[in-house]
């Protein structure tokens, strides 16, 4: 499975971005999913997953400003940022799991496949 995320940039404190993950093939019918993020000298934090049922868990941090979807007719997973703010700034990358999984998602032991990642980058 291949997974290219999408929709990175620079953006102002305070406005959104919707970030995309297209995968290669028919992955999203079952597979729980996930988005991650990164800076330079820290550790890829979770910030939201979501299970082959549905159940969303998302960093506490971010909670109440973004929205983890999945469209599995589009084979794309999406995550909505609002409010941003500085410390949002990263490396954003999705990840999948090739099998139905509903706890530990926000943990990056829990997925097999990961894309290169976008830039996310907030002033």
């Known amino acids: 499975v291949q997974l290219v995320e999408s929709g990175g940039g620079s953006v102002q404190a305070g406005g959104s971005l919707r970030l995309s993950c297209v995968a290669s093939?028919?992955?999203?019918?079952?597979?729980?999913l996930g988005w991650f993020r990164q800076i330079p000298g820290n550790e890829r934090e979770g910030v939201a997953g979501?299970?082959?049922?549905?159940?969303?868990n998302y960093l506490a941090s971010v909670s109440g400003r973004a929205t983890i979807s999945v469209d599995k007719a589009k084979n794309t997973l999406h995550l909505q940022l609002n409010s941003l703010e500085s410390e949002d700034t990263g490396v954003y990358y999705c990840?999948?799991?090739?099998?139905?999984?509903?706890?530990?998602?926000?943990?990056?032991?829990?997925?097999?496949?990961w894309g290169q990642g976008t830039q996310v980058t907030v002033s």
């Open positions: 093939a028919d992955a999203y019918a079952s597979y729980c």
């Open positions: 990840a999948a799991q090739s099998y139905e999984c509903y706890s530990g998602l926000l943990w990056t032991g829990r997925y097999a496949y």
């Open positions: 979501i299970s082959s049922d549905g159940r969303t």
